[in-house]
């Protein structure tokens, strides 16, 4: 029966809502304070927002996997005070470059990047979160960080002017920022006119569910037997999983080392004999550690 006190919940966000308000509707439907997620969307933004309950929010700083992939629409001619269509217009200008001027420069913003972090954004500059400062008017000084951009596909331009971007990027990267940046590029101002998160770490779109459907299904009591809540080793499928005998799971949960494992060094999903999750493990010089257990000790 799938844990509703210890899992992770993919959830296809709705545009118009908070990551915050979100976990807010959440747990007042699960009943359970502990709950956090994997990385914040912006209210306009939909898609993958991977929620973690319980003990799994312990999961959020160790996964091995912290990549995403959006589908964005980038508008040429616009800028806004927020880098997307939510904020305040600045500036316009006539469209003077097209879709062979775009691919052109999309090349360019592949690899390392440095990015600076917005001021409509959660970052916070001497204890104070961005978007507090911009709400007041005020400009502060902030310090470009290193971002990775995997991969830029272009996937077509649904209206003059506005062209759909898949960008697979490290965690921590401005979509609106990439997209200003392009346009830069270009010699016009550029705005988000839309995006939607694909995949975040090893999570997709296809394992998502809708906040409707998740809150219903917690209200009729089928949630649990529909098995949208997954385990917490869900959030680490890009490490190997071992399987250890009783000895070692043992001494795992008592956080015991086993020395002259048979496992090669390095990070794993540690299961017990009778495949039951629980937690991470590290073998290193033939020493079997635990690193964080995510299940009960019994």
């Known amino acids: 029966m799938t844990n509703l006190r210890n899992g992770v919940l993919p959830v296809d966000k709705p545009a118009g809502w908070t990551s915050f308000d979100v976990l807010a ?39 091995p996997d912290h990549d995403k992939t959006y589908e964005g629409t980038l508008r040429l001619g616009l800028a806004t005070d927020t880098g997307d269509l939510t904020g305040t217009v600045l500036r316009t200008a006539p469209v003077t470059a097209g879709e062979r001027e775009l691919l052109a420069v999309l090349p360019r913003f592949t690899g390392p990047q440095q990015q600076l972090p917005p001021m409509y954004s959660a970052v916070k500059v001497n204890g104070q979160p961005l978007y507090k400062l911009a709400r007041r008017g005020q400009t502060v000084e902030r310090t470009p960080r290193t971002v990775t951009i995997h991969a830029i596909d272009y996937l077509g331009s649904p209206a003059p002017g506005d062209y759909t971007l898949r960008v697979r ?130």
């Open 25 to 63: 509707k959440l747990r007042g439907a699960l009943g359970i304070r502990r709950l956090g997620h994997t990385g914040t969307l912006d209210p306009m933004v939909t898609g993958v927002l991977v929620v973690l309950i319980g003990p799994a929010t312990a999961a959020a700083d160790r996964q």
């Open 169 to 298: 990027c490290s965690k921590g990267t401005y979509i609106r920022t990439l997209f200003e940046d392009i346009g830069a590029a270009l010699g016009l101002p550029a705005a988000m006119a839309a995006l939607r998160r694909t995949q975040a770490g090893p999570f997709t779109l296809a394992q998502c569910h809708t906040l409707p459907d998740i809150l219903a299904a917690a209200q009729d009591g089928t949630l649990a037997e529909k098995g949208w809540v997954l385990g917490v080793d869900a959030a680490f499928t890009a490490l190997p999983a071992l399987t250890v005998d009783e000895t070692a799971r043992t001494h795992l949960l008592n956080g015991c080392p086993t020395s002259r494992y048979p496992a090669a060094d390095g990070r794993y999903r540690a299961y017990a004999p009778d495949g039951a999750f629980l937690g991470l493990a590290g073998v290193e010089n033939g020493v079997l550690r635990v690193e964080k257990l995510f299940c009960e000790r019994t």
